[in-house]
């Protein structure tokens, strides 16, 4: 059965840093495309980033384009997202997402719980 | 970037009675839409890719249409468990987007 696990939520102040990760279970990690997509309270989803097989091709959202950058583990099953120069409208939870194989990689079939990220002082 | 633009923002329906949804773009995206149910907690899950593909383990009573620019996701009777937010995503150059969402309620 596939698991997405995220982790490294929390409150964090504008200007601040936090890095997320995901470990994956029940499929061959290395073989997906991974994403982070997220929500804010009460909003709908924003795709955040994307990261390749082999972590060569990463893609980002304008609106985190420069502050975030995505990288994965695959020895370690692991998907991250390091976030720098936080803003109040970053405040969401992330969701770990899979790209689904059928549709070459950018829809996604399967998501974690999601963490969540609050950026306030 | 490619807006998706999702209507009606809510849609009260009965139990029973047939949702039609719909996704346009503001662009063309060939069929390269996805459909996905979100409830409330929970993590979104995906119920149509390639604008009319059934994903894994989704019920016959939803299907998708559409090509081009307009979309569709209809659930042909609904049950308790479909009343939820549904999205529609599109694949067909980055930035991947989201359309609004459209909310299927009780009446």
């Known amino acids: 059965e596939v698991h997405l696990v995220e982790s490294g939520g929390g409150l964090v102040q504008p200007g601040g840093s936090l890095r997320l990760s995901c470990v994956a279970s029940?499929?061959?990690?290395?073989?997906?495309?991974m994403h982070w997509v997220r929500q804010a309270t009460g909003k709908g989803l924003e795709w955040v980033s994307a990261?390749?097989?082999?972590?060569?091709?990463?893609y980002y959202a304008g609106s985190v384009k420069g502050r975030f950058t995505i990288s994965r583990e695959n020895a370690k099953n692991s998907l991250y997202l390091q976030m720098n120069s936080l803003r109040a409208g970053d405040t969401a939870v992330y969701y770990c997402?899979?790209?689904?194989?059928?549709?070459?990689?950018?829809?996604?079939?399967?998501w974690g719980q999601g963490t969540l990220v609050t950026v306030s002082s | 970037d490619i807006v998706l633009t999702q209507s009606p923002a809510t849609l009260s329906l009965s139990p029973g009675e047939r949702a039609t949804l719909s996704c346009r773009a503001s662009?063309?995206?060939?069929?390269?839409l996805a459909w996905y149910q979100q409830k409330p907690g929970q993590a979104p899950r995906l119920l149509i890719y390639?604008?009319?593909k059934r994903a894994t383990g989704i019920p016959a009573r939803f299907s998708g249409s559409g090509s081009v620019t307009d979309f569709t996701l209809s659930i042909s009777s609904l049950e308790p468990e479909d009343f939820a937010v549904y999205y529609c995503?599109?694949?067909?150059?980055?930035?991947?987007?989201f359309g609004g969402g459209t909310k299927v309620e009780i009446k």
């Open positions: 997402a899979r790209g689904h194989y059928d549709s070459n990689g950018n829809d996604f079939d399967y």
């Open positions: 029940g499929f061959t990690f290395s073989r997906y495309d």
């Open positions: 990261i390749g097989t082999a972590a060569g091709d990463t």
């Open positions: 662009q063309s995206i060939n069929s390269y």
């Open positions: 390639d604008a009319s």
């Open positions: 995503q599109q694949r067909s150059s980055w930035p991947l987007t």
